[in-house]
Structure formats: structure tokens, C-alpha cells
């Protein structure tokens, strides 16, 4: 394995901090000065692909709760629900600042006048310094985009959209009820209210795809110039459409962590160097997870990938070819 070697180092973005990405803990720490934590909240929305509007059920991979994070509370007030995510984790960690990640299913299927009074909840507290709103890519109309322009006077906001991938023969396998055109539109017109940084969440190893069409979706968000991006790899959970894929022998999944490091990697050596990568890795609670068994830890799929890239000698944006000029890739020779 190549090791970076002091004399290496020293020709990473310094802002990367030594790593061969791109992180959120690097970008966070650049603009508050030091850790920002998130705290998830679910403030009882639901899904137009589970009401009835679009369908019934959600995506073959969402389960009840709506990526909800297992402490969170839903039946509380949104307000005592951060106050007491903000308590737990500044005990813990003794943070200091904080995200607060309106997480939970479709996180703009509401009228405006809910979202202002929703979004506008965590200004109460001085010490959360961003709001970060997830939400399907057909769930962002101009209305929507001008508040989160607006909040974000005030202060840092994300916009992440669950685009998934970019293969409209995908999507539909998933039972998402958009396209791809949704997914550009979203994204093109979040980015011409200013004030707002578009985080997409992609799926690695989605059923039917090829190593080189997850390339090309990496490929497609650089060209679009999003801001960040967080990376999942499909896992499967209990009470899902893809678990009874999965029980059936109908789906694979990265049965081996290395696998799927070696997929990331593949990438991430695709994606724009100026892109922040939010997160390498899904994960599930061990009491949902069905498959890969590796998908409850936190930290190996890190590992893995950056040790694949370090045996690779790559780093992020290393064989993307867009027109980027000399001084906006990483200035790296190993």
C-alpha cells in the first residue's frame, strides 16, 4: 500500500486536511472554526409516493420511518425535539454548534405557510449556525426555493435532494414516480436563488446498474456543479419492497466491504473536486438491517474507501475530464 509521505502531504489541497476528498468535517470546520453536529428532526411530513398523490408504499427501499434517525422523537414539537437533540449531543461531544437536518421523509410537501414556520423554528436557537431540509427532486417548486434563499440570509442552508442516480430506467425500478429531467431542474434552479448549497444523495449499486453508469451519474452531478453529495451504497432493511428482492434472490448487494470501497473509489475519482462529500456511506440500525451485515458500522466503510484510494495513489477528480482548468484540480503528484 501507498502511504502519503510528509513531503506528499504538503501537495493536497490544504484544505482537505490531508485526505484524499473533499469532507464535510474539513468544509464545516473551515466556516464555523471548529466541529458543527447535526440533529435530526422529523416534523411530521410524509411522501407524495406514500399518500396516494403519486403512490402508495414509497420507494422499494424506504421503510416506515423515513430514514428517521433513532433518536429522534417524532411524536414532539419540532422545537423540543431540537432542544433536546442539542442537549444529547453537546453532553455527549460537548459540541457547540449545530445543524439542525430536517431528515425525515419528504421534508417540502407542505404548503408555504407551514414550511416558513417549520424552517424558521431552529432561528431560535443561536447556537445552530445551519438548516439542512432533505426532499425528493419534484418537491422543489420556486416558492420553496425563495424562503430557503431567504432563511439563508440568515443562516448556512442545504437543499439535499434525493436524486438517487441519474438512469431514468432506474428510477423507475425503484418505484420513485420522477425522472431524470426532474432531478437537473431541481438542481439548476436551486442553484439561481443563490444562498442556498445543493447537497444530492446517489445510490451506489442500484438494481441493474453497471460500475460505468454510476460513474457517469458522478459525472453528470460535476457537470451540474452541485455543491455536495452524499454517497449510500444500497443496503437493504426489514418491511421493504427490497428486502423481499433480496430474500428471493432477485438483488445483489455489496456482500463485501471491500467491493463496494473499490465502487466509491471508482466515483469519487469522477466527482469534482470542488464537491463536498457529506457522507462515503449508508448505514442502518442493526435491528432494521437485512443485507450487507457490514451496513450498521459507521466507520470501516470509511476506512475502506480511503485505504483503496491511498493503494490506488488517486484522489478525488483525478480522472474527471470536464473542462476543468489546472488551477481548479487538486495540485497532487504522488
Known amino acids: 500500500m501507498h502511504s502519503i509521505r510528509s513531503d506528499e502531504r504538503k501537495m493536497l489541497p490544504t484544505e482537505w486536511n490531508g485526505k484524499r476528498y473533499n469532507a464535510l468535517s474539513s468544509y464545516l470546520k473551515r466556516i464555523f472554526g471548529e466541529k458543527v453536529y447535526r440533529v435530526s428532526l422529523d416534523a411530521g411530513f410524509t ?9 402508495f408504499g414509497g420507494c422499494i427501499f424506504c421503510d416506515a420511518a423515513g430514514s428517521r434517525a433513532g433518536y429522534v422523537q417524532p411524536e414532539l414539537p419540532v422545537e423540543e425535539q431540537l432542544k433536546r437533540g442539542i442537549e444529547l449531543i453537546r453532553s455527549r461531544f460537548r459540541a457547540n454548534k449545530f445543524i439542525a437536518y430536517f431528515q425525515a421523509f419528504s421534508n417540502t410537501y407542505g404548503n408555504i405557510e407551514f414550511l416558513k414556520r417549520t424552517f424558521s423554528i431552529p432561528l431560535k ?4 449556525v445551519g438548516i439542512s431540509v432533505s426532499t425528493r427532486p419534484d418537491l422543489v417548486p420556486n416558492e420553496v426555493l425563495e424562503l430557503l434563499a ?13 436524486v ?3 438512469h431514468y430506467r432506474t428510477l423507475v425500478k425503484l ?15 436551486a442553484k439561481s436563488f443563490g444562498n442556498i448549497e445543493i447537497v444530492t444523495h446517489v445510490i451506489l449499486g442500484l438494481p441493474g446498474e453497471t460500475e460505468q453508469e454510476m460513474i457517469e451519474t458522478a459525472k453528470v452531478l460535476s457537470a451540474l456543479g452541485v455543491n455536495g453529495v452524499k454517497m449510500h451504497h444500497l443496503y437493504v432493511v426489514k418491511n421493504t419492497d427490497l428486502e423481499r428482492l433480496y430474500r428471493n434472490g432477485k438483488l445483489k448487494v455489496f456482500e463485501r466491504i471491500e467491493d463496494y470501497a473499490k465502487v466509491a473509489a471508482d466515483f469519487i475519482e469522477h466527482l469534482d473536486p470542488r464537491i463536498v ?7 442502518a440500525a442493526p435491528d432494521v438491517l437485512v443485507a450487507p451485515s457490514w451496513s450498521w458500522d459507521k466507520f470501516r466503510p470509511i476506512q475502506a474507501i480511503e485505504q483503496e484510494l491511498e493503494r490506488r495513489n488517486s484522489w478525488q477528480g483525478k480522472k474527471l475530464k470536464l473542462g476543468l482548468s489546472t488551477e481548479e484540480l487538486p495540485k497532487m503528484s504522488f
Open 47 to 55: 411522501c407524495p409516493n406514500r399518500d396516494g398523490r403519486l403512490g
Open 150 to 162: 431567504e432563511l439563508g440570509e440568515k443562516r448556512k442552508v442545504w437543499l439535499e435532494i434525493g
Open 125 to 128: 436557537f443561536p447556537e445552530v
Open 175 to 189: 418505484r420513485r414516480f420522477h425522472g431524470v429531467a426532474e432531478s437537473i431542474d431541481a438542481i439548476l434552479r
Open 277 to 283: 462529500i457529506h457522507r462515503l456511506a449508508g448505514r
Open 164 to 166: 438517487q442516480t441519474f
